[in-house]
């Protein structure tokens, strides 16, 4: 089954699927994956969706800071990083912190993180995955700078670049794309389309037709894929990477969904949209048409799917308990790390903090 590859505007307006109809009722092309692959990308689904439900609530409670809500981008997530290899490298925006769970890092280090601890902040060599970037759209110029050093090192390694719609209209997302074309560097650029930047629609971002098309002025192939289907989003990415690796140069990937929940708390989207297309994206989300799929095959029953929930919210419960128990992380960190050498506005920030702790014996 191939993915067609539009280069030029408005070509290719049909969602990329394989689970046929939203129920999955229809899946014309089941053998993308096999069975125990198929069931393997369900679990990792289920482990991320447990995550992003369970750290709302240690949120809720002040027990973690900020937390990037990614119900129902799941498909994206596990379909994009099932489809690279060990060797490949992902770069991921705020809300794809938890991509590490799916290299097998411990939901501790990615809760720990959010407590500010360093023990959350993560080797990128050692899980090949880059550090978060907070500013929109920064991390695809790192993206595509890295991606070109590896192929002139003569390394076939491909880097998949998560960002969302909001980050299409950065001046550095058009960078990293132009970058990346004009050297042929192996880059995925994995847009998650969810048709809000926090409480701005995709209509008044952009003129475009459909955010695929900004990839044509740069010389780049797109494909538009439906988001919550985890198998098209896989073999999307399966065949853009197999391209990227034999030299073909980066590929865009539009994953088109809708943001069903909140931005991220205290983000409330009942001030600024209707409710109606979330209610009807909440029906027809990811996991449930995975799981849809996978009993209507028979690989699925309601004792293997309850196991792997109960699995999931055990391993996370213990994650908080264990971030929690870490020592206070000393708040000078903040400053180290982040320029080569500390400018004199932070030397003088320093100062003042070392100066109040020991005033008032803050740890």
């Not at 690989?299 to 020592?327: M, N, T, W």
Request: net charge negative; glycine share 8%.
């Amino acid at each position: 089954m191939k993915c067609e590859w539009a280069l030029r505007r408005g070509d290719s307006p049909e969602l990329f699927r394989v689970l046929g109809t939203p129920d999955a009722s229809n899946v014309p092309h089941a053998d993308v994956a096999d069975n125990s692959h198929a069931l393997m990308m369900y679990r990792q689904m289920v482990a991320l969706r447990v995550l992003d439900e369970r750290a709302l609530v240690y949120h809720r409670h002040g027990r973690i800071g900020t937390w990037a809500i990614s119900w129902g981008h799941e498909a994206i997530h596990v379909g994009v990083m099932a489809a690279l290899r060990d060797t490949d490298w992902a770069f991921p925006s705020y809300r794809e912190n938890k991509l590490c769970l799916l290299r097998g890092m411990s939901p501790e280090a990615i809760l720990a993180g959010c407590r500010g601890q360093p023990e959350g902040f993560w080797n990128p060599h050692e899980w090949r995955v880059g550090s978060i970037c907070i500013p929109v759209a920064s991390h695809v110029p790192h993206a595509a700078g890295f991606a070109w050093g590896e192929k002139l090192q003569g390394r076939d390694t491909v880097a998949a670049v998560f960002f969302g719609d909001g980050a299409t209209s950065e001046g550095e997302f058009h960078e990293g794309a132009n970058f990346a074309a004009v050297t042929r560097a192996p880059v995925l650029l994995v847009c998650t389309n969810n048709q809000w930047a926090i409480s701005t629609p995709v209509s008044r971002q952009t003129r475009a037709m459909y955010l695929a098309d900004k990839a044509v002025g740069y010389g780049i192939p797109s494909v538009r894929v439906d988001g919550n289907d985890v198998l098209a989003v896989y073999e999307a990415t399966r065949q853009g990477a197999e391209r990227a690796r034999d030299g073909g140069g980066p590929v865009f990937i539009e994953c088109v969904i809708y943001r069903a929940q909140a931005h991220a708390f205290p983000d409330d989207p009942s001030a600024y949209r209707d409710d109606v297309e979330a209610e009807k994206a909440r029906r027809e989300e990811c996991l449930g048409q995975m799981e849809t799929y996978l009993r209507a095959r028979g690989l699925l029953s309601d004792e293997q799917a309850a196991l792997y929930r109960s699995e999931a919210l055990a391993s996370v419960a213990a994650g908080i308990v264990k971030a929690e128990a870490l020592p206070t992380a000393d708040p000078e960190l903040i400053f180290q790390h982040v320029l080569e050498e500390q400018t004199p506005a932070m030397r003088s920030d320093m100062e003042r903090l070392r100066a109040v702790r020991t005033r008032y014996g803050s740890p």
